[in-house]
């Protein structure tokens, strides 16, 4: 950050993106790409950059934004009985495919009216 509160200070992303980078350079075929983490807002997009930079030939990612909503003190149960489930992607084609693939994977113990679908900025921004 250069101007303002916190001048000098910026979340450290480089495991993120290191993990993006390994992605990238073990994977032959396309991949959906789940960020979960608690990150800043457009995080997404810096994981697709380094995704794209480094990618095979052929090889194309999408990538997701899934927040957790985990309350300190009884994670396990909201991860087996969770309240919400919000995943956003892009508004494609190729991004409404990996959203229903992530929703299909949730609705084996979710109830598809808790899971909530929209764009990357919309999720990522849910946390704020």
């Known amino acids: ?12 992303l480089r495991y993120v993106e290191e993990a ?10 396309n991949k959906i790409v789940v960020e979960k983490s608690t990150v800043p807002v457009k995080a997404c997009e810096s994981i697709k950059t380094i995704l794209k930079t480094n990618k095979h ?6 990538v997701l934004s899934n927040p957790e ?4 003190g009884s994670a396990i149960h909201d991860l087996l009985a969770p309240d919400r489930i919000l995943i956003g992607g ?3 084609i190729e991004g409404s495919l990996a959203i229903k ?3 299909w994977i949730y609705e084996h113990w979710v ?3 808790k899971i909530l ?6 999720s990522e921004l849910s946390k704020l």
């Open 90 to 92: 892009d508004e494609t």
């Open 69 to 72: 909503f985990l309350a300190e």
């Open 101 to 103: 693939k992530l929703s």
């Open 57 to 62: 030939r052929g090889v194309n990612y999408q």
């Open 1 to 12: 950050k250069s101007y303002g509160f916190g001048t000098g200070r910026a979340a450290d």
């Open 111 to 113: 109830p598809k009216e």
């Open 117 to 122: 679908t929209t764009n990357t900025w919309s």
């Open 20 to 29: 993006a980078r390994q992605i990238a350079h073990i994977s032959k075929t």
